[in-house]
Structure formats: C-alpha cells, structure tokens
C-alpha cells in the first residue's frame, strides 16, 4: 500500500499562491505518475495536473499557465506551485499515485480556499 500525504493547503487572496506537496511511502514500487486531482463542494473530482517518471507533464485547460506540477525522485514527493490563484480554485486537493494497473493509493486531501 502506498501512503500519500499531503500539506500546504490553506486560505489565500485572489491572485496569490500556494504550493502544496505529497510525500508518498511504503509500497512505492512500479509507480510511474503521480498526480493532483480537486474536488469543489457539489461537483465531481477532477484532474488537475499529472507527472509520469520520466517528467511527462498534463493540465487542465483551467490551470495551464498558473500551476506548476513538479516531482523530486529522491524524495518520493510531488508538488503542484500555484500561482494567480481564482476563487473557482477552491476545492478538496487530493494527491494520487498510480501504476500501469492502476491507482496506487490517494492523499487525504488538503484544502484550497481562495477569497475573493
């Protein structure tokens, strides 16, 4: 099993950043992206941004050109910088590790609120 946990969510202003990480553990063979997903109140979870092993990078249209998804091999740890952050940003973030059969495990999540 693959213990993910993350940190750095927290209340900003319009405009402002944060960066939240993910350090994973325990059964970390054969993972080959990690990922961050978000959950607003009332709607789905969605992708946000991933990275394979190799540094293959994906965002959403919505975070292109403000949020950067970033890992450190050595560490066993992900981290998403977002800049110029929107009150549409507020959401649950969850992290996630996956494998060619799937997912590995997911974060417990960290909350992102930005004001207006």
């Known amino acids: 099993q693959v213990l993910l946990v993350e940190s750095g969510g927290g209340l900003v202003q319009a405009g402002g950043s944060l960066t939240l990480s993910c350090a994973a553990s325990?059964?970390?063979?054969?993972?080959?992206?990690m990922g961050w997903y978000r959950q607003a109140p009332g709607k789905q979870r969605e992708l946000v941004a991933i990275?394979?092993?190799?540094?293959?990078?994906n965002y959403a249209d919505s975070v292109k050109g403000r949020f950067t998804i970033s890992r450190d091999n050595a560490k066993n740890t992900v981290y998403l910088q977002m800049n110029s952050l929107k009150p549409e940003d507020t959401a649950v973030y969850y992290c996630?590790?996956?494998?060619?059969?799937?997912?590995?495990?997911w974060g417990q999540g960290t909350q992102v609120t930005v004001s207006s």
């Open positions: 996630n590790a996956q494998r060619l059969g799937g997912i590995a495990g």
């Open positions: 990275i394979t092993s190799v540094g293959i990078r």
């Open positions: 325990g059964n970390i063979f054969g993972i080959n992206a």
